[in-house]
C-alpha cells in the first residue's frame, strides 16, 4: 500500500508534469502556422481540416527536433526536472531521429496530461462548494451520474484529486522510461563511450607506469645521493660537488617527467613526451654510481637497431629494475647485461641480498606496484619475465622481449 501511494508524496512527480507541460506550452507557438493550409483549403470538411492541422503541427514539432541544441535543452531539462541521469549528447547521427520523436510523444503527453490533469484537479477544487455553480455528469457504458452538491460533491472531489495526481505519476514515469532510450546514447554510442573510456584509462595507466619508474627512480637515486654527498662534504669537497650536481640533473629530468604527465592528466595540450631510450642506458648508470652503486653494465648486440618503442619500454624495465635493487639490495656490484639479437631483446638485472637488505641507508618504503607495473608492461610486448632468488645472495630480474621481424 505504501509503495503505491509513494510516487504521489514525491516532489518529482509534479516536477516531471511540469516538464511535460513546459513542451505542451511551447509548441503553442508552432500552432498558427500548422493552421496555415487549412486556410489555403477552406472547403475541406471540417474533420479533415482537424486532421490536416495535427499533421502540419506534428510535423514542425518534430522539425524542431532536428535542431542539436534542442537536443541539449531537453537532456539539460530532464537531468533537473525528471531526475534522469542521462551522459551529455555524442555528436552523431543516430540522435537526428531519435530527438523528434522524444519531442513528439513530449508535446502529446505533455497535453494529455495537462488537459485531463487540469480537468480534474478543477472538477476536485470547485465540487465541494458549488462554486461557479458547478455540477458533474459522468457516463459510462451508457450509464450517466449527475452530481449536484451534497455529500456526493464531497465524495467525488477527493477522488478527482487523486486521479489527478495518477495523471501525473503516469505521464512523469513514461516519460522517465523513455528518456534514457530516446535522450540517452545508442547502443553504438555506448560501444563507443565505452571503447574511448578504455582508452582514457589505458593512457592513464601508462602514465601511472611511467611516473612510477621515472619518479621512483630518480627519488631514489637521489636520496643516496644526498647521503653520500653530506658524508663526502668535508673529506672530498670536489666529490660531494659531484654528486650534488649529479642530484640536480636527476631532478631536472624528473621534472621533466613530471610535467608532461600532469599535462596529459589535466587534459592541457601536452609537450613533447620525454622518450628516453636504450641510448640513454650511459646517463642512467652514472647517476647509480654518484649514488654510490657499483654498476657492472654489459651491452652487446646493436642497441641503436631496437625498434623505438620496445627500446623506451627496455629502458623503463632497467630503471625500474636498478631502482628496486637500490632500494632493496645490501650493497656490492650490480649486474646489468643488455644483449640485442635479430629477434630477441634480453635484460638482466643482479644485485645482491642478505642483511643488509631490510635496513640501512638503501631501505626505502615500497608501493607493491613496481613489480606488476613491470609484469603487465613485458606482458603486453609479448615478452616473458623472471624475477626472484640467484643463487644463495642474489636477486635477478630476467626479462626477454621479441623483436618483431618487421622492425
Known amino acids: 500500500m505504501i509503495w503505491g501511494i509513494r510516487p504521489l508524496l514525491r516532489g518529482s512527480t509534479y516536477t516531471g508534469m511540469l516538464f511535460a507541460s513546459c513542451g505542451a506550452l511551447a509548441s503553442i507557438p508552432l500552432l498558427p502556422f500548422a493552421m496555415l493550409p487549412t486556410l489555403v483549403w477552406s472547403s475541406a470538411p471540417y474533420g479533415v481540416k482537424a486532421v490536416l492541422a495535427l499533421l502540419v503541427w506534428a510535423a514542425l514539432v518534430a522539425a524542431v527536433g532536428l535542431a542539436r541544441t534542442t537536443r541539449r535543452a531537453l537532456i539539460a531539462c530532464a537531468r533537473r526536472l525528471l531526475r534522469v541521469p542521462l551522459p551529455d549528447p555524442v555528436a552523431s547521427g543516430g540522435d537526428r531521429w531519435r530527438t523528434p ?103 592513464r595507466n601508462r602514465l601511472a607506469h611511467e611516473l612510477h619508474d621515472s619518479i621512483g627512480h630518480t627519488l631514489t637515486a637521489t636520496t643516496i645521493q644526498a647521503a653520500v654527498a653530506s658524508e663526502l662534504l668535508a673529506a672530498d669537497p670536489v666529490a660531494a660537488r659531484a654528486t650534488l650536481r649529479s642530484i640536480e640533473e636527476s631532478s631536472r629530468t624528473a621534472l621533466e617527467d613530471l610535467d608532461y604527465v600532469l599535462g596529459v592528466l589535466r587534459e592541457q595540450r601536452a609537450e613533447t613526451a ?121 636477486w635477478r630480474l630476467a626479462v626477454r622481449l621479441p623483436i618483431p621481424a618487421s622492425a
Do not use: K
Open 274 to 394: 620525454p622518450t628516453r631510450t636504450l641510448a640513454d642506458l650511459p646517463e642512467l648508470i652514472d647517476r647509480l654510481r654518484h649514488a654510490g652503486a657499483m654498476a657492472e653494465p654489459e651491452l652487446s648486440g646493436d642497441l641503436a637497431q631496437v625498434p623505438g618503442t620496445l627500446s623506451r619500454a627496455a629502458y623503463r624495465i632497467l630503471q625500474e629494475g636498478l631502482t628496486n635493487a637500490l632500494r632493496h639490495g645490501a650493497g656490492g656490484p650490480i649486474e646489468l647485461r643488455v644483449a640485442a639479437t635479430p629477434d630477441s631483446l634480453e635484460l638482466d638485472v643482479v644485485n645482491r641480498t642478505g642483511p643488509g637488505t631490510s635496513s640501512g641507508p638503501g631501505t626505502f618504503p615500497t608501493s607493491g606496484h613496481g613489480m606488476p607495473g613491470l609484469a603487465e608492461r613485458v606482458r603486453l610486448l609479448h615478452g616473458r619475465i623472471e624475477a626472484g632468488p640467484h643463487g644463495p645472495q642474489h
Open 101 to 203: 520523436f522524444w519531442l513528439l510523444l513530449h508535446v502529446a503527453l505533455g497535453w494529455t496530461g495537462a488537459l485531463a490533469g487540469g480537468v480534474l484537479l478543477l472538477m476536485g477544487l470547485t465540487l465541494p462548494f458549488g462554486w461557479f455553480r458547478s455540477e458533474a455528469e459522468l457516463s459510462l457504458f451508457g450509464r450517466s451520474l449527475r452530481v449536484e452538491g451534497g455529500w456526493q460533491s464531497w465524495t467525488l472531489a477527493p477522488c478527482c484529486v487523486l486521479l489527478a495526481a495518477v495523471v501525473c505519476v503516469t505521464v512523469t514515469e513514461t516519460l522517465r522510461r523513455l528518456a534514457p532510450r530516446l535522450l540517452g546514447p545508442s547502443s553504438a554510442e555506448r560501444l563507443r563511450l565505452a571503447a574511448e573510456r578504455e582508452q582514457a584509462l589505458a593512457e
